[in-house]
């Protein structure tokens, strides 16, 4: 106890972060993961609880040390000591303080509170998991990526210029070397709301796929890409899933709660055209596994695309950013594909100008895991911005989520010369 309030001594930072609980929880389990698929790499660090609880996080005043303090919870099953990411945070260790769990954190580098998210996820019966803490810590000392999908990562605009230039088509630029930060501190960030529902906090957070650097095995394989859609086989993947939210919208909506939709309407229109569709995903679950690395999970989805031998793969995302004013709507494919890129264009051009949508973001190369190690014509939609309000509200309405398919398969239908 006396350790604790020694540590409270030197705290520069307080954010509550979890309300209304009373009863006592068990903190059950930790794991912990790096996610280099975000503008800026963090550790996900994700607590299981028996219920909810009533947490501060501090960060002391060197930045180095994070401390949570998890009201009346109990250790109980989850590691006391962990060994994490030295780039970003390297270990945690768990103590008993009384009634009270005491998570401290270790990072190489000083953070401050906007490198720091906490947030909770709710108890999860369909998929059997119990109530979550989300502690997220950014890495410090690096660019944020804008369009992280690109070869080379553009630098950062939406600080640098008013919200409109920064609207525009992101060019893949050097990343500076500089580091930067994207607001100023002010007395306002540190003090959280406490009304505020969790997932609030992770708007801030853009989560897409990951890039990963190595060279694709080249495979010959037998795809068709002429002759009509019918009889075609056509892989679906809904992007995110299970344990994995994806981005996160100002007002909670979440990517998996999008791109399955999308993906359900899109195969019954394209199997009334006659094509044969596989999802990757049915149903709200990660496709690998729960906590799966990023790779597995990817290649869990590619494996599914590559083992159907599917002549079409496409993979539904919905886009997020800092900047809530950006919006759009953009296809990705593996540069190095004439049949890829074909289809991005074809899908491109219906989806682009959907009514209630910031615009035309183009069809862009991306060196993306999954359009690189699928072995037939790939691509990624990203059906405007999660992040921005308006395309948000968009997003959630079930007939924007149809039209949405609609042009989807009428894209496919092109391309395949329906
Ligand atoms: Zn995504």
């Not at 599914?304 to 886009?319: E, K, L, T």
Request: proline share 7%.
């Amino acid at each position: 106890m006396r350790k604790l309030f020694a540590l409270l001594g030197m705290l520069v930072l307080v954010l509550p972060v979890l309300f209304g609980a009373t009863k006592a929880a068990n903190v059950t389990d930790l794991h912990w993961v790096t996610r280099n698929d975000a503008p800026i790499p963090f550790v996900r660090m994700v607590f299981s609880l028996s219920s909810p609880v009533h947490a501060t996080a501090s960060i002391s005043s060197s930045g180095t040390s994070t401390t949570l303090l998890l009201k009346n919870a109990t250790i109980a099953g989850a590691p006391t000591s962990i060994v994490m990411d030295d780039g970003i945070a390297k270990s945690a260790t768990l103590s008993q303080s009384g009634p009270d769990t005491v998570v401290k954190i270790e990072t190489p580098r000083a953070i401050d509170v906007e490198d720091l998210k906490v947030f909770t996820l709710k108890k999860d019966t369909v998929n059997n998991k119990p109530y979550r803490m989300v502690v997220d810590i950014q890495k410090k000392g690096v660019t944020p990526r804008d369009n992280y999908y690109g070869k080379k990562p553009a630098a950062p605009v939406a600080e640098k210029v008013p919200a409109k230039a920064a609207e525009v088509k992101a060019t893949p630029k050097e990343v500076s070397k500089a580091e930067t930060k994207p607001t100023p501190k002010t007395a306002e960030k540190i003090v959280a709301k406490p009304a505020k529902p969790a997932p609030k906090t992770e708007s801030k957070q853009p989560v897409a796929l990951p890039v990963v650097s190595e060279k694709p095995i080249p495979q010959v394989v037998n795809y068709r890409t002429t002759g009509g859609i019918s009889g075609k086989i056509i892989v679906l993947d809904p992007g995110h899933g299970g344990s994995d939210p994806g981005a996160i919208g100002p007002t909670g909506l979440q990517e998996k709660q999008v791109t399955l939709p999308v993906a359900e309407y899109l195969k019954s229109i394209l199997e009334a055209k006659g094509a044969k569709v596989i999802l990757t995903r049915t149903t709200d679950v990660d496709v690998y596994g729960p906590h799966a690395s990023g790779v597995d999970e990817l290649q869990a989805r590619v494996n599914v695309a590559n083992g159907n031998q599917a002549d079409a793969f496409m993979s539904i995302h919905i886009n997020s950013f800092s900047n809530p004013n950006v919006g759009g709507i953009a296809t990705y494919y593996f540069d190095g594909s004439d049949q890829s890129k074909k289809l991005a264009s074809s899908v491109q051009g219906q989806i682009a100008e959907h009514s209630g949508f910031n615009g035309d973001r183009g069809i862009q190369p991306g060196n993306l895991y999954v359009l690189r190690h699928s072995l037939m014509p790939s691509i990624l939609v990203e059906l405007g911005f999660i992040s921005n309000p308006t395309e948000e509200g968009h997003l959630k309405e079930s007939s924007t989520q149809k039209d949405f398919a609609n042009e989807l398969a009428k894209g496919l239908e092109l391309y395949f010369g329906g």
